[in-house]
């Protein structure tokens, strides 16, 4: 049965009238009118809640929001919708009644009333609390700011071709990074350039109480910075062998590849045993996490430690070049998963080869992980004979 039909049908016996919507209209590679302002409060370390306030410049008419389902580097529509709460719309002072598209529960409907020229939208991300909630986003020490979790958007365009001002109020004395560029801060309140939708999810944030910014490519045009958050601020100390690597993982990807094409990267690491484990890709910056003694017990820890040169892989692989139905013009059409025996598997293989390279790994490490893998592939395991 149509969405619409049912949805008729269901007003019909249950007693009372839903407004009629057309379908979630069409993405179109046409410039959205005016900028979107985006203001998340992070604060709220207790509770661990994102308070969110946006102001959509509208016109009169049905309108729809949407929240980001289809999310890059998942592969699949893993977009946290249970976590959005309190959604209220208001303009001119007055609220504005919205109702979620019956067929949709990403979409939201809405009619701007005539004379109306700016949407006022508030609402919350409910992270998780534990990690049998979901992964961990927020602690007492630091947070990971994903901005595809706390933005709605509007249907209709190209998610490159709405404009978005972000800004960001972090706790008392927090210090954070991303690849956004900063505008301006007025206390714990910091504003970013104006930039697209696509590259703002694209840009996420890591922030906490205690931080260390390494250049891991010192004098070159450029830059690319290592930006650890610790639980501890004596998990921050960097040994000269993990620094030596490090910046060596940068020529070894640029010897490669032969060139780059991002202005300036960052590494954002975390590590942590209260944030959620994360490795995800970016164009001009990376997630990450590892484990406290990632530098201090440095030949103990060298599992897992491809991790950044895998991500950092991904920028050229993946991110510069993708197969193409991987990307789609908005967060709400279905990317197709053909390509990832490129997207991941090469990326895998690279990412292995450039931290045995770079000294991430060491010769016997490199040569324990190839036998791990045979091992994995062994007789009676999946896709063997």
Do not use: C
């Not at 969110?52 to 977009?79: D, F, R």
């Not at 990690?131 to 986003?137: A, H, L, P």
């Amino acid at each position: 049965m149509n969405k619409h039909v049912f949805a008729a049908a269901l007003s019909s016996v249950m007693g009372f009238t839903l407004p009629a919507f057309a379908d979630v209209p069409n993405p179109i590679d046409t410039p959205y009118s005016g900028t979107i302002k985006i203001a998340v409060d992070a604060t709220d370390l207790a509770h661990r809640i994102f308070k969110i306030n946006e102001t959509i410049p509208v016109n009169a008419g049905e309108m729809t929001l949407l929240y980001p389902q289809w999310i890059p580097g998942h592969h699949s529509p893993v977009g946290p919708i249970s976590q959005l709460a309190g959604l209220k719309m208001s303009a001119k002072g007055k609220v504005i009644e919205w109702q979620r598209d019956p067929g949709n529960v990403y979409a939201f409907n809405l009619k701007v009333p005539k004379g109306v020229r700016e949407l006022h939208v508030e609402y919350q991300f409910l992270s998780p609390q534990s990690s049998e909630q979901g992964r961990v986003m927020m602690t007492p020490e630091m947070l990971n700011l994903q901005w595809d979790t706390v933005a709605l958007y509007p249907a209709g365009h190209y998610s490159r071709k709405i404009k978005f001002q972000p800004s960001v109020t972090l706790p008392k004395g927090w210090q954070f990074a991303t690849a956004l560029e900063k505008s301006s801060q007025k206390g714990n309140t910091v504003t970013f350039e104006g930039i697209d939708f696509e590259n703002l999810v694209d840009s996420p944030m890591f922030a906490g109480s205690h931080y260390k910014r390494v250049d891991l490519n010192p004098n070159a045009d450029t830059p690319v910075f290592l930006n650890v958050f610790a639980d501890k601020e004596k998990d921050l100390e960097i040994s000269a062998e993990g620094l030596t690597a490090h910046r060596e993982l940068i020529q070894q990807m640029y010897a490669l590849y032969g060139a780059h094409h991002f202005d300036h990267y960052d590494f954002l690491l975390a590590l942590t045993d209260k944030l959620g484990g994360i490795g995800m890709e970016h164009h001009r910056s990376s997630e990450n996490s590892a484990k406290e003694n990632y530098f201090s017990d440095w030949d103990k820890s060298w599992v897992g430690r491809d991790l950044l040169a895998h991500e950092f892989n991904h920028s050229w692989n993946g991110k510069y070049r993708r197969p193409d139905a991987l990307w789609t013009p908005t967060y709400n059409q279905v990317k197709e998963a053909n390509g990832l025996w490129v997207y991941e598997g090469q990326t895998q293989f690279w990412g292995q080869v450039i931290a045995a390279r770079s000294g991430l790994w060491s010769q016997e490490n490199a040569m324990d992980m190839l036998a791990r893998l045979g091992a994995t592939y062994d007789q009676g395991r999946p896709g063997m004979a």
